[in-house]
């Protein structure tokens, strides 16, 4: 649903006043310190708009290095894109965040495959997964690094099929999955696999059950508690400059195109893909942890074909998140779009005054 721009249309809105990731030229006072994490974003930015909050949120945010920006698949004919270059068209979107935000780092983009796993052994290649290896096997930083997945794990499952070693290096927090037995319940009508999930099965089988990544779950209860209303996007983020209004257009879009099928207009959207920032980039200051939201560590389960959890005897622990800090994560967000926004477009005096406070 997010459209696709060309080239040509990212160039007419790209931002005359620019920066690079790990500069934080919007903020008067300048953070303190340096980034106390490394993140890999996985979003499959063509689908749901939920996923360009959550990639504006996390480059806005000084306490974590993004390192890439993977460009991701949706399943084979999904409404958000029917396409058969969803990766390409994700890279394109992503693209087009970075111009209207001014950001000269569009390096940090890479695709990733089109097309899910073949089988559980077979790795789809992509420049992103040769990205993911070579980030992931670094030896000159010590920062942890967190891979951040909002869609399928194709690229993931790809790289450690092509090098196991990477799951020493990295922690996966993945939006996905159904609902786990004790913890809680499908919603009404729920599809019987889960939105992500479904997206590549093959990839999360390999990533739960063949391979030692940890992983930090977002089950599908989880993310749907992730509602924002409409006056909410309307008063604090179509405000915020014209990354603002962009952002809020991409989410009213959506709730248009579907009202008629949904029996009428709603009032609320799930920013589902945003605990990706809340579990890594807001962190607790003393013993670093995402403090103010709760889990419950479980074996880590094999998924099976329908999608339902497969107990395994002796399974690594996972963390498996049953509420998420709704409050710190999207207050966040707004306060940042909000800073960024003034930023964005102040006069050029107020610019030079702002620089002279820094």
């Given at each position: 649903?997010?459209?696709?721009?060309?080239?040509?249309?990212?160039?007419?809105?790209?931002?005359?006043?620019?920066?690079?990731?790990?500069?934080?030229?919007?903020?008067?006072?300048?953070?303190?310190?340096?980034?106390?994490?490394?993140?890999?974003?996985?979003?499959?930015?063509?689908?749901?708009?939920?996923?360009?909050?959550?990639?504006?949120?996390?480059?806005?945010?000084?306490?974590?290095?993004?390192?890439?920006?993977?460009?991701?698949?949706?399943?084979?004919?999904?409404?958000?894109?029917?396409?058969?270059?969803?990766?390409?068209?994700?890279?394109?979107?992503?693209?087009?965040?970075?111009?209207?935000?001014?950001?000269?780092?569009?390096?940090?983009?890479?695709?990733?495959?089109?097309?899910?796993?073949?089988?559980?052994?077979?790795?789809?290649?992509?420049?992103?997964?040769?990205?993911?290896?070579?980030?992931?096997?670094?030896?000159?930083?010590?920062?942890?690094?967190?891979?951040?997945?909002?869609?399928?794990?194709?690229?993931?499952?790809?790289?450690?099929?092509?090098?196991?070693?990477?799951?020493?290096?990295?922690?996966?927090?993945?939006?996905?999955?159904?609902?786990?037995?004790?913890?809680?319940?499908?919603?009404?009508?729920?599809?019987?696999?889960?939105?992500?999930?479904?997206?590549?099965?093959?990839?999360?089988?390999?990533?739960?059950?063949?391979?030692?990544?940890?992983?930090?779950?977002?089950?599908?209860?989880?993310?749907?508690?992730?509602?924002?209303?409409?006056?909410?996007?309307?008063?604090?983020?179509?405000?915020?400059?014209?990354?603002?209004?962009?952002?809020?257009?991409?989410?009213?879009?959506?709730?248009?195109?579907?009202?008629?099928?949904?029996?009428?207009?709603?009032?609320?959207?799930?920013?589902?893909?945003?605990?990706?920032?809340?579990?890594?980039?807001?962190?607790s200051v003393f013993e670093p942890d995402p403090a103010s939201s709760r889990y419950v560590a479980r074996p880590t389960p094999a998924i099976g074909d329908d999608g339902g959890y497969v107990d395994v005897a002796g399974a690594r622990p996972m963390r498996?998140?049953?509420?998420?800090?709704?409050?710190?994560?999207?207050?966040?967000?707004?306060?940042?779009?909000?800073?960024?926004?003034?930023?964005?477009?102040?006069?050029?005096?107020?610019?030079?005054?702002?620089?002279v406070t820094r």
């Amino acid at each position: 649903m997010t459209r696709v721009p060309t080239p040509a249309e990212t160039e007419a809105v790209r931002a005359a006043r620019t920066w690079k990731l790990g500069e934080t030229p919007w903020q008067v006072i300048p953070p303190i310190g340096a980034p106390r994490a490394r993140v890999i974003v996985d979003n499959d930015f063509s689908g749901d708009p939920d996923d360009l909050y959550q990639l504006v949120h996390h480059v806005l945010s000084p306490s974590v290095d993004v390192r890439l920006v993977v460009a991701s698949h949706l399943r084979p004919g999904d409404p958000f894109d029917p396409g058969e270059q969803q990766a390409a068209n994700a890279a394109a979107v992503a693209r087009d965040v970075f111009a209207r935000m001014g950001l000269e780092s569009a390096d940090a983009i890479v695709e990733g495959a089109n097309e899910p796993l073949s089988d559980r052994a077979t790795p789809r290649p992509a420049p992103a997964v040769d990205a993911i290896i070579a980030e992931a096997l670094r030896d000159d930083v010590a920062t942890p690094l967190f891979y951040v997945a909002g869609g399928g794990l194709t690229d993931l499952a790809s790289a450690w099929l092509r090098e196991p070693r990477i799951a020493e290096r990295l922690t996966l927090v993945w939006i996905g999955g159904g609902e786990h037995e004790g913890l809680a319940v499908p919603p009404p009508g729920a599809m019987p696999i889960e939105y992500n999930l479904l997206i590549d099965v093959a990839a999360a089988q390999v990533v739960f059950a063949d391979s030692a990544i940890p992983v930090w779950q977002v089950p599908r209860d989880v993310y749907r508690q992730c509602l924002v209303s409409d006056a909410e996007l309307r008063l604090r983020v179509a405000t915020a400059g014209p990354l603002g209004r962009y952002l809020y257009d991409e989410v009213a879009e959506v709730m248009r195109a579907v009202s008629s099928y949904l029996g009428g207009a709603a009032e609320t959207y799930a920013l589902g893909d945003s605990p990706l920032v809340l579990l890594t980039a807001l962190q607790s200051v003393f013993e670093p942890d995402p403090a103010s939201s709760r889990y419950v560590a479980r074996p880590t389960p094999a998924i099976g074909d329908d999608g339902g959890y497969v107990d395994v005897a002796g399974a690594r622990p996972m963390r498996v998140y049953t509420w998420v800090d709704t409050r710190l994560m999207f207050e966040d967000l707004y306060l940042k779009l909000a800073e960024f926004g003034r930023w964005q477009t102040a006069t050029d005096a107020a610019t030079a005054a702002w620089e002279v406070t820094r």
